[in-house]
């Protein structure tokens, strides 16, 4: 078992920036890989970005690239997501997630490919 839990939302105004942090417990961090998810009021859970277990692989949804920067620090059990220039519309829960991938240097990029879930961090852009 991995218990995620997510911190570093808030309120925000347009243009701002925030940094996620999804501290990992529970079994082998190192070994999984990673990603970041949003879901914004009456929208389906969308992938922001993920990261592969050694992070040597990176990947981003069209909608962030170049605003957001997923990261992993295995010695803190601890994925980062960097989000700069904030706009309403990344309005959302967003939640982080991992998936034992030892072995693979593959990015998840969807929601099944993912076994566990944090309890998600509120994130507020106000225009």
């Known amino acids: 078992q991995v218990q995620l839990v997510e911190s570093g939302g808030g309120l925000v105004q347009a243009g701002g920036s925030l940094r996620l942090s999804c501290a990992a417990s529970?079994?082998?961090?190192?070994?999984?890989?990673m990603g970041w998810f949003r879901q914004a009021p009456g929208k389906d859970r969308e992938f922001v970005a993920g990261?592969?277990?050694?992070?040597?692989?990176?990947y981003y949804a069209d909608s962030v690239k170049g605003r957001f920067t997923i990261s992993r620090d295995n010695a803190k059990n601890t994925v980062y997501l960097q989000i700069n220039s904030l706009k309403p519309e990344d309005t959302a829960v967003y939640y982080c997630?991992?998936?034992?991938?030892?072995?693979?240097?593959?990015?998840?990029?969807?929601?099944?490919?993912?076994?566990?879930w944090g309890q998600g961090t509120q994130v507020t852009v106000s225009s």
């Open positions: 997630a991992a998936e034992d991938k030892v072995g693979s240097i593959m990015v998840v990029t969807t929601i099944t490919g993912y076994t566990y």
């Open positions: 529970g079994r082998t961090f190192s070994t999984y890989a």
């Open positions: 990261i592969s277990w050694r992070g040597s692989r990176i």
